[in-house]
DNA sequence: TCGTAAACTTTTTTT
DNA sequence: AAGTTTACGA
């Protein structure tokens, strides 16, 4: 292998990638090449003779970190297998894999997610013996968030109740074994001070690190990191201030100014120009992003011809919007001979997705939506990964519950109460109050309840040996048996065998997933797949070909496309009306997100708004257009549609008989 | 303990 | 509008 920087790069870029010692920060605005700038820095680095096992490369999100580690093995032909390319959270369950019984966890510890920590917290309200609808699940778990990651010192005026609930939550969740996505990084540094020699040994282990996304990362992860490179000091990161979208997990931008402060002798880059979209487009997006006053200083150039005009086109209703768009789309692709898979549809909200999916679907559009509801949200997939999880660790309560009658077994209100009061009094698992009630004589259940626990038991013990022994995939299938589910699901949906089907499949698919993972991890256990699966979430389909792309504008970060479509750009969406609630200061945000939609185009961007739109109470709204349309200046905007020509009469039957099949459902 | 009906509640964005 | 959670009677 033999890297010619200086003839795959522009100089800038050139510059960057060369700069392997010591600290750097680079500026890599939309489309400037940054992710090509990155693979062959990487690519530089190992011709220098760096080995592939030093170098770390954290990204923000899964789909970043797939496409880097594609990148990197596709320029250095698949050699190099020992690079470590992933995400901040995947890299710190991998330490706490090795390192977290130093913090006194034990290590079958699992993963929970939101929805997991939602059931816990409520638990632990009700426990204590507080009224629920006091409070505000998902706001105490965010405000519970930041105090454990530090972006808030303490509860507001001490409130006694408040803190109450958090240390218990605190607790339980260390009592059951379990840490969250804030556990994935906090505890690491936990570790990190309590051990020197660990952290030493990862130093010493990833002597070259590099940061992608960096405005996204957290105070958190940027301690971590800075933790980690503290001793050789060859910390690479890149970012772009006008694309900070995540400050409301915690993400800071201001770790630019920390990086140059806490790594003085840093060298800075900026690439500022941009290989991807046409002349108009760009200036559109440079005008929007310099109505935000807080941003280091920067414009965007290209030497790319003007291109086509923005498109900006009004609908009656979401309905029509979504029609119109599919519409669109299946005229542009016939006309231009453009493959599907150039075309994107981007929204603000997952609410947003469903309208646009079915009319796409109605005309019969191929589509691969990424966001909404994740295959292991879907109730079946959960109840099963709970079984899963039950068995790897036993003392995960939240789990047990939800499975404990899940298909009914007579275990009702009554008998679980009974075993929370035992399992509180000789402060056990929930499971182990459920072995004793299974096996004491004078255990204070009937002879009909003792029997189903006895035999719950008995069947919970039979899959812990299964998963011993090592059969990851076949275990499910005996589960699925084991507790009837089929038939479960029957009683469920009485009248809908085909959605019975539908669930058992995605059964199946859950199986074939896990049968895949065990082959190609072989050496791993159910318990690593499960974790995993908790922060990966949706197995990234890689981008499919001949398919419309439709996700949220944050899932399309780091994407580019041919032709795009910014539906629903109205006021109170885009910017966010609750954003702005919460702080007017918010704007900036929304518009960076605005200037991330607009830059993910190539070739064509149109933009469209209702008149009037439901809200998700099923109410009407009238609309105005976003108000960030109005900074697009007026001559890139042209009121004609994109590809103004006649429509064919073909494609004027298909819309006649997708309108009647629209009229047939109502 | 279970089934049905009524009541209630939705964070915008993701690891 | 849709989904889930609670309430009550059998």
Redesign the pocket.
């Known amino acids: 292998m033999s890297i010619d920087l200086v003839k795959e790069l522009n100089s800038e870029q050139a510059k960057a990638a060369a700069n392997i010692n010591g600290p750097s920060l680079i500026i890599a605005g939309a489309g400037s090449g940054k992710t090509r700038m990155l693979t062959y820095r990487i690519a530089y680095m190992l011709e220098q003779g760096i080995q592939d096992r030093e170098i770390l490369a954290l990204t923000?999100?899964?789909?970043a970190a797939k496409e880097m580690k594609e990148r990197i093995s596709e320029l250095t032909k698949g050699n190099y297998k020992h690079i470590t390319a992933t995400?901040?959270?995947?890299f710190g369950l991998g330490l706490l894999k090795q390192y977290i019984q130093y913090l006194g966890y034990k290590n079958n510890f699992t993963v929970y997610?939101?929805n997991d920590n939602t059931s816990l917290l409520r638990n632990v309200i009700v426990t204590l013996g507080y009224d629920?609808?006091n409070y505000?699940?998902?706001?105490l778990?965010?405000l519970f968030s930041d105090i454990k990651c530090e972006r808030h010192k303490e509860i507001q005026n001490k409130d006694s109740a408040l803190e109450e609930i958090y240390n218990e939550f605190i607790a339980t969740q260390k009592a059951y074994n379990v840490v969250d996505?804030?556990d994935l990084i906090l505890l690491p540094i936990k570790i990190f001070e309590k051990r020197p020699d660990v952290l030493n040994i990862v130093q010493e282990r990833y002597k070259y690190i590099l940061v992608d996304e960096f405005q996204d990362t957290s105070l958190l992860q940027y301690k971590f990191i800075t933790l980690i490179a503290k001793k050789y000091q060859n910390i690479a990161v890149v970012g772009d201030d006008d694309q900070s979208?995540?400050s409301?997990?915690g993400a800071n931008y201001q770790n630019i100014v920390n990086f140059e402060h806490d790594f003085p002798t840093l060298k800075e880059f900026k690439l500022e120009r941009n290989y991807r979209c046409s002349g108009n487009i760009l200036e559109a997006a440079n005008t929007i992003i310099t109505h935000n006053e807080k941003r280091k200083e920067k414009k965007l150039w290209t030497e790319d011809s003007k291109g086509s005009q923005i498109y900006v086109t009004s609908n009656e209703d979401e309905e029509e919007e979504a029609y119109y768009i599919a519409q669109h789309i299946k005229d542009r692709s016939r006309k231009e001979g453009l493959a599907y898979s150039d075309f994107a549809v981007l929204v603000?909200?997952?609410?947003l997705l469903s309208k646009l999916e079915t009319a796409l679907m109605e005309n019969s559009i191929p589509t691969q939506v990424s966001?909404g509801q994740s295959f292991f949200d879907r109730?079946e997939i959960r109840d099963l990964l709970c079984y899963l999880k039950v068995i790897v660790n036993i003392d995960d309560d939240v789990s047990l519950l939800r499975i404990i009658?899940t298909p009914?077994?007579?275990?009702?209100?009554?008998?679980i109460e009974k075993l929370r009061q035992h399992a509180d009094k000789k402060k056990t698992s929930l499971f182990d109050a459920l072995s004793d009630f299974a096996y004491a004589a004078d255990a204070p259940v009937s002879g009909k309840?003792k029997e189903a626990l006895k035999n719950f038991v008995q069947m919970v013990i039979g899959w812990q040996n299964l998963a011993e022994n090592n059969q990851k995939a076949s275990l499910l299938s005996t589960i699925i048996d084991d507790i009837s589910y089929r038939e479960k699901l029957h009683?469920d949906y009485p009248d809908s065998p085909k959605s019975v089907d539908y669930k058992m499949q995605s059964l199946e698919f859950l199986r074939q997933r896990i049968s895949r993972y065990e082959k190609s991890n072989p050496d791993t256990s159910l318990r690593d797949y499960l974790n995993l699966v908790m922060?990966l979430?949706e197995e990234n389909s890689d981008v499919e070909k001949g398919k419309v792309n439709l996700?949220?504008m944050?899932?399309a970060k780091g994407l580019e496309f041919n032709t795009v479509y910014l539906a629903g750009i109205e006021d109170n969406i885009?910017p966010?009306s609750?954003?702005l609630e919460?702080n007017p200061a918010?704007i900036e945000e929304e518009r960076r997100?605005f200037y991330v939609a607009v830059t993910r185009a190539k070739k064509e961007l149109t933009i469209t708004y209702c008149e009037n739109r439901?809200d998700?109470?099923?109410e009407n709204h009238l609309c105005l257009p976003s108000r960030f349309i109005e900074e697009i200046p007026n001559q890139l905007i042209s009121n004609k549609v994109a590809g103004e020509e006649e429509t064919s009469t073909e494609d004027k039957l298909a819309a006649l008989s997708a309108m009647l099949e629209k009229l047939r459902k109502k």
């Not at 505000?136 to 706001?139: A, R, V, W």
């Open positions: 923000f999100t899964n789909k995400t901040f959270h995947s997610d939101t629920l609808s505000n699940i998902s706001s778990l965010a996505f804030d979208i995540y409301w997990r603000r909200t997952n609410g966001g109730k009658n009914r077994r007579g275990i009702g209100r009554v008998t309840t009683e922060i979430g996700m949220t944050h899932a885009i966010s609750r954003a919460e918010n997100l439901k998700r109470m099923g």
